[in-house]
C-alpha cells in the first residue's frame, strides 16, 4: 500500500548534532513552531503532532509531512530516547490521518 504525499504542508525536522532528547524537543518544537507551553516531553510530543490546532497554518487543509533528517547519529548514541521518538511519531501519524513521519535516509545537505 501507498500513500500520496505530493501536496502535504513539509516541516523539516533536522536532528544533525543533537546529542540528547533536550535536543530534540527543541528541534521539534523549532520546525513545528510549536507554543512556548510545549512540554518538551514525550506525551507533549504526541499530543502536539496529533493537535491540528497548534499545527503550521496550512497544514490541517493541505496535510501535515514531518520529514526528520539527520538523525541516524542521534538513534546510534540514544537507541532508547530514538526507540521512544519513533514510537511518538508512528502513533501520531496512526492516530492522524493528515499527519505523515518519514525518516530520511540521505545526508543532511
Request: no cysteine; charged share 25%.
Amino acid at each position: 500500500m501507498s500513500e500520496d504525499l505530493a501536496g502535504r504542508l513539509t516541516v523539516t525536522v533536522d536532528l544533525d548534532g543533537i546529542t540528547g532528547k533536550a535536543g530534540l524537543m527543541d528541534r521539534v518544537a523549532s520546525a513545528l513552531a510549536l507554543p512556548d507551553w510545549f512540554g518538551r516531553n514525550w506525551d507533549a510530543l504526541a499530543d502536539s503532532l496529533s493537535d491540528h490546532t497548534v499545527w503550521p497554518e496550512g497544514a490541517v487543509e493541505q496535510g501535515l509531512l514531518v520529514v526528520v533528517r539527520g538523525w541516524r547519529p542521534f538513534a546510534e548514541r540514544n537507541p532508547d530516547e530514538w526507540r521512544t521518538a519513533q514510537d511518538v511519531f508512528a502513533e501520531a501519524a496512526d492516530r492522524t490521518p493528515a499527519l505523515a513521519v518519514v525518516l530520511a535516509l540521505g545526508g543532511t545537505s
